[in-house]
């Protein structure tokens, strides 16, 4: 699943503390953030300055039913 182009990183990070389990954003530089670790938000929110980071990162949830509660944030 790919994150929107407009997505909102502080609702999705919001939305990611409901998911049962990890939540990871994937960039197309190799980088692999747990969006459940603050320093990892911190790393994210910080992206935010860099669209072309974001515009290519992908979500992978480990549990198949928080992938509902991301909808909204995503495209496959």
Same mark, same amino acid.
């Given at each position: 699943?790919?994150?929107?182009?407009?997505?909102?990183?502080?609702?999705?990070?919001? /939305?990611?503390?409901?998911?049962?389990?990890?939540?990871?954003?994937?960039?197309?530089?190799?980088?692999?953030?747990?969006?459940?670790?603050?320093?990892?938000?911190?790393?994210?929110?910080?992206?935010? /300055?860099k669209p072309?980071?974001?515009?290519?990162?992908?979500?992978?949830?480990?549990?198949?039913?928080?992938?509902?509660?991301?909808?909204?944030?995503?495209?496959?």
């Amino acid at each position: 699943m790919f994150l929107n182009d407009d997505a909102d990183i502080l609702k999705l990070i919001k /939305a990611v503390r409901n998911c049962k389990e990890d939540v990871y954003l994937l960039t197309e530089e190799g980088d692999n953030l747990n969006l459940k670790s603050t320093l990892c938000q911190y790393a994210v929110v910080a992206m935010v /300055a860099k669209p072309e980071i974001l515009v290519r990162a992908q979500i992978k949830c480990e549990n198949e039913a928080d992938k509902d509660s991301l909808a909204e944030f995503v495209h496959d």
